[in-house]
């Protein structure tokens, strides 16, 4: 789209302006699993990776295949959710305030594939650490208030990482159970 009184500018201008600015893109690291960084430093077999990578392929097909199926069918939500990285608050760079005034903040984020709505649950260390009943309770209020609003679903369902102590648990899979059951 181009206006009649404005000018089309370049990529290079635009990094210029950026550099000028002191502006920078921050683009975060992408989290990999035990088994693809035991690889990469070769305490892994190739055959058990090459099984990793196509077990990761099938889950994201499978992904895939859900979100079609939610965007056809209002019956059916899949969400997405992660723990993003632990912020220190507040963000200081002296180094002996640092040591005695930093505070843990989590954020736990909860995606909607079907509509993209995304939902951050935020705490600090005296509020809550990283317990598995955390998790549980987060999760088991976002699908209540989910449900509450869109109570034609019938079908929902919840990917996330191999995370232990966050995702896979028998914690979680009580209170779950426990969810569909009221």
């Known amino acids: 789209?181009?206006?009649?009184?404005?000018?089309?500018?370049?990529?290079?201008?635009f990094k210029k302006q950026r550099k000028?600015?002191?502006?920078?893109?921050?683009?975060?690291?992408?989290?990999?699993?035990?088994?693809?960084?035991?690889?990469?430093?070769?305490?892994?077999?190739?055959?058990?990776y090459e099984k990793h990578l196509k077990?990761?392929?099938?889950?994201?097909k499978e992904k895939e295949n859900d979100k079609k199926i939610?965007?056809?069918?209002?019956?059916?939500?899949?969400?997405?959710?992660?723990?993003?990285?632990?912020k220190?608050?507040?963000?200081l760079h002296a180094s002996a305030?640092?040591?005695k005034t930093k505070l843990c903040v989590h954020n736990f984020t909860t995606f909607n594939l079907k509509n993209k709505d995304v939902f951050?649950?935020?705490?600090?260390?005296a509020e809550g650490g990283l317990e598995a009943s955390v998790f549980a309770t987060i999760i088991t209020k976002?699908?209540?208030?989910?449900?509450?609003?869109?109570?034609?679903?019938?079908?929902?369902?919840l990917y996330s990482d191999g995370c232990g102590y966050q995702n896979r648990n028998n914690i979680l899979s009580n209170a779950l159970f426990h969810f569909v059951n009221e």
């Open 55 to 60: 077990r990761k392929d099938e889950a994201r």
């Open 88 to 91: 220190l608050a507040p963000v």
């Open 97 to 99: 305030i640092y040591y």
């Open 142 to 157: 976002h699908l209540s208030n989910f449900l509450e609003l869109n109570p034609q679903t019938k079908t929902i369902v």
């Open 1 to 13: 789209f181009r206006s009649n009184n404005s000018n089309e500018l370049s990529l290079v201008y």
């Open 70 to 86: 939610a965007t056809e069918n209002t019956e059916v939500a899949v969400f997405t959710m992660d723990l993003q990285a632990v």
């Open 20 to 48: 000028n600015k002191n502006i920078f893109i921050h683009k975060p690291k992408k989290d990999q699993c035990d088994l693809c960084i035991g690889y990469k430093t070769k305490n892994i077999l190739q055959e058990d």
């Open 120 to 125: 951050c649950y935020l705490w600090h260390e």
